[in-house]
């Protein structure tokens, strides 16, 4: 099982950056997925979730109306768009199923 | 929201000594919590999940209790590898939380 998460980076508060997350190894359209981020010495806090039978999505409340979650299932890859983005959303990205999380990608967001 | 409260924040133990980290939650959650082990620059590695079940690979050292709200990870005969950050987090509603973290570390 291999998630690598893409698109992290620099950007300016009310900025936008969308995420990727390629996996392969499993069944990419048969699990729910989910994006978790951990800001610098602070606990992992969940951002957001697409349930796979349904395609449901859950939000944090904390990004409700300015992030959204989708997948490819056709190209086994995972997206955030994350809009509005304020200094709070700073944090490694990770990209997670149930049992397994990527390495992360850094989304730094600054003046 | 399910707040989890872990206790302690750290412990200072040597190797191959035996610590008991424990989480509550602020209600009741059935068996629905995993435990996460996570080094410096790394992602967190599962553990526990169903409260009790081992994860791929992790060995019989690590030993996970509980239902309700509250529920303790034991780790037997610590070794060097160990030592790390564990983070308990409930998954009974689809949101999930962690607790804020027990840093384990070398004494």
């Known amino acids: 099982v291999q998630l690598v998460e893409s698109g992290g980076g620099l950007v300016q508060p009310g900025g936008s950056l969308r995420l990727s997350c390629l996996a392969s190894?499993?069944?990419?359209?048969?699990?729910?997925l989910s994006w978790v981020r951990q800001a610098p010495g602070q606990r992992p806090q969940y951002v957001a979730g697409i349930i796979t039978n349904t395609s449901r999505t859950l939000y944090a409340e904390s990004v409700k109306g300015r992030f959204t979650i989708s997948r490819d299932n056709a190209k086994n890859t995972l997206y955030l768009q994350m809009n509005s983005l304020t200094t709070e959303d700073t944090a490694v990205y990770y990209c997670?199923?149930?049992?397994?999380w990527g390495q992360g990608t850094l989304v730094a967001v600054s003046p | 929201e399910i707040l989890m409260t872990q206790s302690p924040a750290t412990l200072s133990v040597s190797p191959g000594e035996t610590v008991t980290l424990s989480c509550r939650a602020s209600?009741?959650?059935?068996?629905?919590v995993a435990w996460y082990q996570q080094k410096p620059g790394q992602a967190p590695r599962l553990v526990i999940h169903?409260?009790?079940t081992r994860a791929t690979g992790i060995p019989a050292r690590f030993r996970g209790s509980g239902s309700g709200t509250e529920f303790t990870l034991t780790i037997s005969s610590l070794q060097s590898d160990d030592f790390a950050v564990y983070y308990c987090q409930q998954y009974n509603k689809w949101t999930y939380t962690f607790g804020q973290g027990t840093r384990l570390d070398i004494k």
């Open positions: 209600q009741t959650i059935r068996n629905n």
């Open positions: 190894g499993f069944s990419f359209s048969k699990y729910s």
């Open positions: 997670a199923l149930s049992d397994f």
């Open positions: 169903g409260a009790s």
